[in-house]
């Protein structure tokens, strides 16, 4: 589907399945549309405008909205999603993508012993995740936020990342490798060939795990200077954040790197590296501490190591990174036409895409976002789906 092809959803013809998850900013629900599921991020438009300060502009924050629209319409590359429609009406604004029934990489994790990965899981995901952001960059775009409960999992195995809100445009980062042509789309699985890589149990459609109630997103992180080479908007999840983004002294793509090795170290140890009782102490670590990497010497340790150095002018760069060590035998060129990823998620829970649930989404998304946080605390319990 191109640009030209996008299409402007209808509501009333939306069969609503479930609610997935809740953010900051909207609501996802599980939604057919022409008998395809998609994931439908929703957005109050009453609780935008009541959250505008006397000095800000409601256009403001429609335009973070639309922003992350126009950035997935650019989108051309197996492990990003495609803009499938678009939502519009008097209450909501939103957009719809390919659905991912592999929930999120921060649940995989937790179904594995000791909440950690092995090796080679890690070094299936990392590589794919180094694809994902080099794409990214080459097209201009700084991510900011990657963190497992971003990184999906498709129905053949492969990763996608999702939410490009608290991302940004600057100049395009010069690669070795051309945007074009694009990459091949990913081979579709055959679950009945991948049953020894399923858990039982990992897939309900209504349980969609994801956190961050310690993200920081201001609405004006939008860039309004597209052809600069840095940004000095303070965005992310906070044990997440680069050095360079606490500091204020202006970030560029080097942060998603710096993010690449938090999420390495979380899939190695099962936390992250610089996590404090509270934000200041979190920062304080992001900032003077050396990550502990337990453990005896090895190819992964020193990665993480290289993707966590604090100045942003010696973290290693994408063409470094592919050199690396822990990488050696990687075909870069053929990753993403691995048939048989370490995971594949199980078919789609019958139960939750059995017919309409009679879910309103405009109800629903005013009265998560025009209520009282004890309501919405008593929503999430009823309902079971977890904030992200």
């Given at each position: 589907m191109n640009n030209d092809q996008i299409s402007l959803l209808d509501i009333d013809k939306l069969n609503v399945l479930s609610p997935l998850g809740r953010?900051?900013?909207?609501?996802?629900?599980?939604?057919?549309?022409?008998?395809?599921l998609l994931a439908l991020k929703a957005i109050s438009r009453a609780s935008i405008n009541s959250k505008v300060k006397k000095t800000d502009s409601n256009d403001k924050h429609y335009k973070r909205i639309f922003f992350e629209q126009d950035v997935l319409r650019r989108f051309q590359h197996p492990l990003l999603p495609?803009?499938?429609?678009?939502?519009?009406?008097?209450?909501?604004?939103?957009?719809?993508?390919?659905?991912?029934?592999?929930r999120n990489l921060n649940y995989l994790r937790k179904?594995?012993?000791?909440?950690?990965?092995?090796?080679?899981f890690i070094r299936f995901y990392a590589a794919e995740l180094v694809l994902a952001l080099e794409y990214l960059h080459q097209l201009g775009i700084v991510y900011r936020d990657l963190k497992p409960d971003n990184i999906m999992i498709q129905d053949n195995g492969h990763l996608m990342l999702v939410d490009f809100d608290l991302s940004t445009e600057l100049s395009p980062k010069a690669s070795s490798s051309s945007l074009s042509p694009s990459p091949s789309p990913l081979p579709k699985s055959d679950p009945s060939k991948n049953r020894k890589?399923?858990?039982?149990?990992?897939?309900?459609?209504?349980?969609?795990?994801?956190?961050?109630?310690?993200?920081?997103h201001p609405a004006e992180s939008v860039n309004s200077e597209p052809s600069s080479d840095r940004s000095n908007s303070f965005v992310g999840t906070e044990e997440y954040v680069a050095p360079e983004m606490i500091q204020g002294t202006g970030h560029d793509f080097a942060v998603d790197w710096w993010c690449l090795g938090v999420v390495l170290h979380?899939?190695?140890?099962?936390?992250?590296?610089?996590?404090?009782?509270?934000?200041?102490?979190?920062?304080?670590?992001?900032?003077?501490?050396?990550?502990?990497?337990?453990?005896?010497?090895?190819?992964?340790?020193?990665?993480?190591?290289?993707?966590?150095?604090k100045d942003p002018k010696e973290r290693i760069t994408v063409a470094e990174i592919k050199g690396?060590?822990?990488?050696?035998?990687?075909?870069?060129?053929?990753?993403?036409?691995?048939?048989?990823?370490?995971?594949?998620?199980?078919r789609f829970d019958e139960e939750c895409t059995g017919g309409n649930k009679n879910i309103d989404v405009e109800d629903y998304v005013r009265e998560v976002f025009e209520v009282g946080d004890d309501v919405m605390e008593k929503k999430v319990n009823e309902e079971n789906f977890l904030v992200f």
């Open positions: 953010g900051a900013k909207g609501v996802v629900f599980l939604v057919q549309h022409n008998g395809e495609k803009l499938r429609g678009i939502l519009s009406t008097e209450h909501i604004v939103g957009y719809a993508i390919d659905y991912c029934p592999g179904k594995q012993t000791d909440n950690m990965f092995s090796n080679d890589y399923k858990f039982s149990n990992l897939y309900t459609c209504c349980n969609l795990a994801n956190s961050a109630k310690d993200s920081v979380e899939m190695l140890y099962g936390t992250t590296p610089f996590r404090g009782i509270n934000r200041k102490e979190t920062f304080y670590r992001i900032l003077s501490k050396t990550p502990e990497l337990v453990g005896e010497p090895s190819p992964l340790r020193d990665l993480i190591r290289k993707l966590l150095e690396q060590d822990f990488f050696k035998g990687v075909d870069w060129e053929k990753v993403m036409d691995i048939s048989r990823p370490p995971f594949i998620p199980g």
